[in-house]
């Protein structure tokens, strides 16, 4: 599947560039039939509008959207995307899977990213490996998010509680090291090795490695014209082998049980088994980072969300009889932490703004969604996608959409769930976690580890931001997840006196 590709990447002569030109204009000169969306190709064959995409995502699809309505098709790399943006009609896509279907669509990309082979044409063993997301839900979510306090505990303590006097660093780089260390080892188990540090380090610095071209491989590049991109994966993959397993104490239920299903697939010393686990690995970290990065970057600019987050959380102290000053652990349920109305808000405003994931499903034969307007045609083997920063940063649901408003989701001092558009209540006013059979198994323990950083961050500690030049988000991982910040950002943080 080829959708994003950036030209520096190739390095073709001209000759056989010149053919590959005139073949590509032959293949991909498709047309509108009757009943199919509007067709946006722009001049350029192949390539179609996907530098236009790339340059300014929202702004490009509110203009389509201005032009040619709710649903419309966008050549793309090669790839026929056909864009369905009313909200009441999102339904239609998610609810369709024998025509649209999600598995397809994700088993090339774990081929062709994770090196993963064996789930194309294998439907037990994805519907065996679907069943370990229990495990992120109910009751595992409570063991879960208690060892996941534990590993707060310890790494605040070990490290950041020692920052008595200013400690000046990058946020992200910041962000990355805090949420790394603690979903690694709440999901994968503590290592147990002298040069775990060490260890560490390396894991990260490949994540971030692999992660920088993540976006290349999911646009359908070959791994080989991307530097030492193949090696770094392997490197991964390496670290999930059993003798490596046999290092990691305190694994995750949800991990056991994929290991244990993997097993039965799989001759123990498979190398694809890591592949399944780098898989997951890169999930559990490549949203929950920015999203981390970001809610802390608005709440530093933003005093007024930060008191209104702080005052929240002293009250909650205060009730529970809990003073800031008797240790680091501080007790709260589940439902201590969901009454905190601001600082959900705080994340649900965050996701809103950056995440930029869609939802996508490949059509797998020629079907008519039944729209408002009639039907809309769909050919087989195109793409149809929701683009949820369309609905996020839609005037009518949402008032002044570009700007971070704490309180946007809270009213009445309670959360605010009611959303409108055309006069009717929106069902989904907010989907940074995907829809329907791709919807993120992740999602709650993600939204706990923010919450609960965050908690950690600004009860424990006098943070300020440095740099004062406003941070843009990257476009890097458009359709693919949250937005990272375009650079760095310094701050500062100490322990509260
Ligand atoms: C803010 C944080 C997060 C966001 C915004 C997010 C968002 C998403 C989205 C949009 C998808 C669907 C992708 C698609 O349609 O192709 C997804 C899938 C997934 N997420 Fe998350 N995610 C987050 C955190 C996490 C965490 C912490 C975990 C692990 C515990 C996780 C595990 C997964 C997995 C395993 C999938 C693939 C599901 C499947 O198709 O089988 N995510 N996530």
């Excluded at 896509?93 to 994770?114: E, G, M």
């Excluded at 950056?354 to 034969?365: D, K, L, M, T």
């Excluded at 570009?402 to 006069?423: I, L, S």
């Excluded at 329907?436 to 500690?461: D, M, N, Q, W």
Aim: net charge positive; aromatic share 14%.
């Amino acid at each position: 599947m080829a959708i994003l590709i950036k030209p520096k990447l190739f390095e073709v002569n001209f000759k056989s560039l010149s053919s590959l030109f005139m073949l590509i204009v032959c293949l991909v000169q498709m047309s509108m039939r009757p009943g199919e969306p509007p067709l946006i190709k722009g001049w350029l064959p192949y390539f179609g509008q996907i530098w236009n995409f790339q340059k300014a995502p929202l702004a490009f699809i509110k203009t389509l959207q201005k032009k040619h309505g709710d649903s419309f098709t966008v050549l793309f790399g090669g790839k026929y995307v056909t864009f369905i943006l009313d909200p009441f009609q999102f339904q239609l896509v998610t609810k369709n899977p024998k025509q649209l279907s999600f598995k397809t669509y994700k088993d090339k990309l774990s081929r062709h990213i994770f090196s993963i082979k064996m789930l194309s044409g294998n439907q037990k063993l994805s519907h065996d490996l679907q069943l370990c997301y229990q495990h992120l839900q109910g009751k595992s979510l409570d063991v879960l998010i208690e060892t996941m306090a534990q590993d707060i505990t310890h790494v605040f303590e070990s490290k950041l509680l020692k920052a008595r006097n200013w400690d000046t660093v990058h946020l992200l780089t910041f962000c990355t090291s805090v949420m790394f260390e603690i979903s690694f080892t709440t999901l994968h188990g503590k290592l147990l090795v002298a040069d775990r540090e060490k260890l560490f380090s390396e894991l990260r610095d490949n994540y971030i490695k692999f992660d920088e071209k993540f976006i290349y491989l999911a646009s359908g590049i070959p791994i080989e014209l991307l530097g030492d991109t193949k090696s770094t994966r392997k490197k991964m993959i390496n670290n999930f082998t059993k003798e490596n397993l046999a290092k990691m104490q305190r694994q995750s239920k949800f991990f056991q049980m994929r290991q244990d299903i993997l097993e039965q697939y799989y001759e123990p010393d498979d190398l694809e088994i890591g592949a399944h686990h780098l898989g997951v690995f890169w999930a559990s970290l490549a949203n929950s980072i920015p999203a981390l990065f970001w809610a802390m970057y608005y709440l530093l600019w933003h005093p007024e969300a930060m008191a209104a987050v702080r005052d929240e959380i002293d009250r909650l102290l205060q009730s529970t009889g809990q003073k800031k000053e008797s240790g680091f652990f501080i007790n709260f349920t589940r439902e201590q932490l969901d009454s905190l109305v601001y600082l959900e808000s705080v994340v649900l405003e965050t996701l809103r703004l950056c995440a930029f994931s869609s939802i996508i499903r490949s059509v797998e034969e020629d079907f008519a969604l039944p729209v408002e307007y009639g039907q809309c045609l769909l050919r087989k083997g195109d793409l149809v996608a929701i683009f949820p920063p369309a609905l996020h940063n839609d005037p009518e649901i949402f008032e002044d959409p570009q700007e971070f408003r704490y309180d946007r989701f809270v009213e009445d001092g309670k959360k605010k769930t009611t959303f409108f558009k055309r006069g009717k209540k929106l069902s989904h006013y907010i989907i940074p976690f995907g829809s329907g059979t791709s919807k993120c198994p992740g999602r709650y323990f993600a939204v706990y580890e923010i919450k609960h950083l965050l908690f950690a961050l600004v009860t424990y500690f006098d943070l300020e931001i440095i740099d004062d030049k406003p941070v843009e988000q990257s476009h890097s991982r458009v359709l693919f997840g949250t937005h990272p910040p375009k650079s760095d950002v310094l701050f500062r943080y100490k322990v509260k006196s």
